[in-house]
């Protein structure tokens, strides 16, 4: 059941990106990478993260294998990462171990990103 919804979802996202102009690199568009983290949003600022928000920055972690992907998670979270609520992710990878530096932040800017 889950792979036909993985597949129905992936042509619906297919055809409806182009018509709003929404970038996609591998089947992944900001829209989702930002609902991935919605586990993160809730939290209270300095707040302890929870399992299901240091999985879903996990999760981020492991399918940015690429440059191209990182660069694209970098770009999509670069114009909201200081804005409330996803100001809260910033410390968040460190305090779940995750290295995924340069993702949320990056100081030299997303085209600076390698593997």
């Not at 999985?55 to 114009?79: G, P, S």
């Amino acid at each position: 059941m889950s792979n036909s919804v993985f597949v129905v979802s992936f042509v619906l996202m297919t055809i409806v990106s182009p018509i709003f102009n929404a970038k996609i690199v591998y089947g992944i568009t900001c829209g989702m990478t930002k609902d991935s983290v919605r586990p993160c949003l809730v939290l209270a600022p300095g707040q302890v993260p929870t399992r299901p928000c240091c999985d879903a920055l996990q999760a981020i972690e492991f399918q940015a294998t690429t440059k191209q992907i990182r660069q694209f998670y970098c770009n999509c979270f670069k114009n909201v990462i200081h804005s409330s609520p996803y100001v809260k992710l910033i410390p968040l990878p460190g305090l779940c171990r995750i290295p995924i530096t340069g993702i949320l932040t990056s100081p030299n800017g997303c085209d600076s990103i390698q593997v």
